[in-house]
């Protein structure tokens, strides 16, 4: 519950800054516009954000006979979780990693990256698909696509005003001037991304501690964040660093850090993620782990995914 009021909280300012900002360019017009564009820009991100982000990273569809073992998982884990089954998806990406998208339960889907199910094992493919059925558990998609749309409405909004000189209904300009309206075009969208970050982290050390839950054993998600970090440096995803607004959205960072992108990331750190989870694990079992059989790929002993 604290982390939930901890986000509501964080979602509040980051809509009260958005409503603040309308009204120092524009005065009570200005406040009523941007209020207008925060619902509207909320309910689009809501209907069609899961559509938008699956396309953007070319994600194809997958069904039970292109991959039926990997399907039993999910479907096992989505039943522990008391969901229904998600939507799944590929992205023929070398880099591992994953992410769920969607508006509610019922209409969710989870994406792997075909990186991710060349390098685990089954213990660690489930770790993974349980983080992102946490996620879809809390409705932390709807929470991160909101937030995501906000933070780029505030600097869109921003922009607009410095461009247009920001004057209120009576023909005032802005109280603080076109200095103060520089500074806002500075300021307002680095304090959206602090508060976006702020809620990102928030979700994903909580998608994690259920995840784990869901997934019956911590190690299997620890490993699995641990190869995802190791592997991702030095294989870089072309589409994520063309969309880097989407990078929340993944279970670690996509993004090569070749620019500023490490200054502002919106996960924490994995060594954090991995100490808090081995915190949770119960004594390593003998051999065997609790899909009922070896610690072996998901396609079988000395097979590559489906995919290839």
């Known amino acids: 519950m604290a982390g939930y009021f901890r986000t509501a909280i964080l979602l509040a300012g980051l809509t009260a800054l958005f409503i603040g900002i309308g009204w120092v360019l524009g005065g009570r017009q200005g406040m009523v516009i941007a209020f207008l564009m925060a619902c509207g820009t909320n309910l689009w991100a809501w209907w069609n ?5 699956l396309s953007m990273h070319n994600a194809q569809p997958i069904t039970p006979s292109e991959a039926p073992r990997l399907f039993a998982l999910v479907d096992q884990l ?27 339960p019922e209409n969710a889907a989870v994406a792997v990256n075909t990186g991710l199910l060349d390098l685990m094992s089954e213990e660690e493919v489930a770790g993974v698909v349980a983080h992102e059925l946490a996620h879809i558990k809390h409705r932390d998609t709807l929470i991160m696509t909101v937030t ?13 005003g410095f461009l247009f000189g920001g004057r209120s209904e009576d023909g005032r300009r802005n109280p603080f001037g076109p200095i103060g309206a520089l500074l806002l075009v500075v300021v307002g969208p680095i304090a959206a991304m602090l508060v976006q970050m702020a809620i990102s982290r928030s979700r994903e050390y909580e998608a994690d501690r259920l995840g ?21 440096q030095g294989i870089v995803n072309p589409t994520a660093e063309a ?6 959205m993944f279970i670690v960072n996509p993004l090569s850090g070749l620019r500023l992108d490490s200054l502002f ?43 290839g």
């Open 148 to 160: 995501a749309t906000l933070a780029g409405a505030i600097g869109m909004l921003a922009q607009f």
């Open 78 to 104: 989505a039943r522990r979780a008391g969901l229904p089954m998600p939507a799944l998806y590929v992205i023929h990406e070398d880099q591992p990693n994953a992410f769920a998208t969607g508006r509610n």
């Open 212 to 232: 784990a839950e869901i997934s019956g054993d911590p190690r299997g998600l620890a490993g699995g964040l641990a190869k995802l970090e190791r592997y991702k």
């Open 265 to 307: 990331t919106t996960h924490p750190p994995t060594e954090e993620r991995i100490r808090r989870l081995l915190a949770m694990a119960p004594p390593a079992p003998q051999g065997r782990g609790p899909w009922g059989g070896n610690v072996v790929s998901p396609w079988g002993a000395g097979r590559r995914n489906p995919w």
């Open 49 to 53: 954000s899961d559509r938008v982000v």
């Open 243 to 248: 969309h880097p607004a989407s990078a929340h």
